[in-house]
């Protein structure tokens, strides 16, 4: 049942809000879509207006709405309709569910997957086209990884590309070649446009069912805020500057937020841009999509025009690229209250942790990659400089901001695994015991903030969410279990019961 106003009474619970207002509290009362009162059952009952409709919480907990400050909603809503290769444990199996889509799928029609990741194979090595060739041997190809970084095509893809032995590497990219020179089919980083410019984009039709699936998946995992990337390309920000739109424009509801840029890949792909060679790679640094005077430049535009900048960033040259061009646009034109984000930031050097406190730089950190990416991440970069990396522990003692996100569609959209990942340190089935790093592990009430107080501050957002307090928008979530309260391996069973949304019930388990 969908309540049909934006008032209601949560009574009975036990309230944990990351305020005072909320300590001991066991009932919210919100009206006309913000929260008018919280404390116990029978104060909070006593304001309620007559006819508001009450639920009864039966002791459950009630957290503030979570919000998730870096995903891809679109792309992740599109994805659902797609081939999915998450956790796919071998190319065996990859080749087969490409062949069964293949076979249900009209002739000609791209064959577009996302999700695979070469590290889960038993077979340890990329696919290549001779792979997908065997099955979709004649319509385009196209898989991506699932750190959205690489891209497997096959020989129809790369031929409608004109993609051959001939085509040099553009830049900010790689196209892997065999032994011949021929392309393997992994297009990484820039590479991937050659191919992906061909596919046809997903039509507005296609895409209001695409973003309504998303959304529902987003309320039902307890998600009533997303800061989601559009995923339009670097060169597209002269286009919005061009307009008067800027962070903050819209209202409750939808709003503009940063303007994101990318400063290199990912770790998983071994391109994030380091300052020295991958441990498991000499030869190799990485790839920085862009050069250090072209990043200050974009970055300064968009600084001078009043938006707020979120740069992807994960390897510690990369990192540093974007802490100089930040460092650089607000002394060429400070403002105080920038909140300049930092997306990733995974391969810190020791002392980037006090500059990005310095300059008022706020953290977007993906609790979850740690459970995915503990089995490889110090293979790449060795015993030293895995010590300050996926290093939340030392963001929040800097007093760094720091919001929690879950990258989605490289990992799953569920906040209770990014709480689960950031306490425990452990993957899903509890190893390593005692956590990967495991001094770097947050609290509950730490963790909590990330996907709440944190990613309000991330938006400017922080009088209006992010707490349950009055004043603020009725934007809750109704679990099975306290996160404050539990063990934190019960952490990745958290069960959501109810999402509010404005103090509009938007989700509620059957
Ligand atoms: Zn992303």
């Known amino acids: ?45 006593a304001d309620a207006p007559r006819g ?34 998450m956790g796919v444990k071998s190319l065996a199996e990859l080749v087969r569910k490409v062949a069964e889509r293949h076979r249900s799928m009209p002739a000609g029609d791209w064959l577009i997957g996302r999700g695979w990741d070469q590290d889960l194979f038993a077979e340890k090595r990329y696919p290549t086209r001779q792979d997908l060739d065997a099955v979709a041997p004649d319509r385009p190809a196209a898989l991506t990884r699932a750190c959205g970084h690489v891209m497997a095509v096959n020989s129809e893809a790369l031929r409608r590309a004109g993609v051959g032995a001939q085509t040099p590497d553009p830049a900010g990219g790689q196209i892997d070649r065999d032994a011949a020179g021929e392309p393997t089919g992994i297009l990484r980083e820039r590479a991937m446009g050659l191919v992906s410019r061909f596919i ?173 990416d503990m089995r490889w991440a110090e293979r790449r970069v060795g015993p030293e400089r895995v010590r300050t990396s996926y290093a939340w522990r030392t963001f929040l003692d800097h007093g760094v901001h720091c919001a929690g996100g879950s990258d989605c569609p490289v990992e799953p959209l569920d906040p209770a695994l990014g709480l689960y990942s950031v306490v425990t340190r452990e993957d899903l089935d509890g190893q390593p015991r005692g956590g990967w790093l495991p001094e770097q592990k947050l609290t509950a009430e730490e963790a909590l903030s990330l996907f709440t107080l944190g990613g309000a501050y991330a938006a400017f957002e922080e009088n209006d969410k992010g707490s349950i307090e009055p004043g603020k928008l009725g934007d809750l979530v109704v679990l099975d279990r306290d996160p404050t309260a539990i063990p934190g391996e019960a952490l990745k069973d958290l069960r959501v019961e109810m999402t509010v949304v404005g103090g509009r019930v938007a989700f509620r388990r059957d």
């Open 200 to 372: 046809p984009k997903p039509s507005a039709k296609e895409l209001e069912p695409a973003l309504r699936a998303a959304v529902g998946r987003a309320l039902a995992a307890g998600v009533t805020g997303v800061h989601s990337d559009m995923d339009i390309s670097n060169d597209v920000i002269g286009d919005l500057l061009a307009t008067d739109l800027r962070t903050g424009s819209g209202d409750d509801h939808v709003k503009i937020g940063s303007v994101k840029m990318f400063a290199d890949g990912s770790l998983g792909a071994s391109t994030a841009a380091l300052s020295e060679p991958y441990s498991d790679n000499p030869g190799n640094r990485g790839i920085p999509v862009v050069s250090p005077e072209q990043m200050k430049e974009n970055v300064l535009r968009a600084h001078r025009a009043g938006m707020q900048v979120a740069v992807h960033a994960i390897g510690d040259l990369a990192i540093a690229m974007t802490l100089d061009a930040y460092e650089a646009a607000l002394s060429g034109a400070p403002r105080p209250n920038h909140r300049h984000r930092v997306i990733h930031c995974q391969i810190m050097r020791p002392e980037q942790f006090a500059r990005f406190a310095r300059l008022g730089v706020v953290a977007d950190i993906q609790p979850k990659f740690i459970t995915t």
């Open 1 to 45: 049942m969908v309540s049909e106003g934006n008032s209601l009474l949560l009574y009975n619970g036990r309230v944990t809000g990351l305020g005072e207002a909320a300590r001991g509290a066991t009932a919210v009362l919100v009206i006309d879509g913000r929260i008018r009162a919280v404390g116990g059952d029978e104060p909070v009952r």
């Open 52 to 85: 508001v409709p009450a639920v009864d919480l039966a002791g459950k907990a009630v957290v503030p709405g979570f919000i998730d400050s870096h995903l891809h909603l679109i792309n992740f809503g599109v994805y659902l309709q797609r081939l999915d290769l």
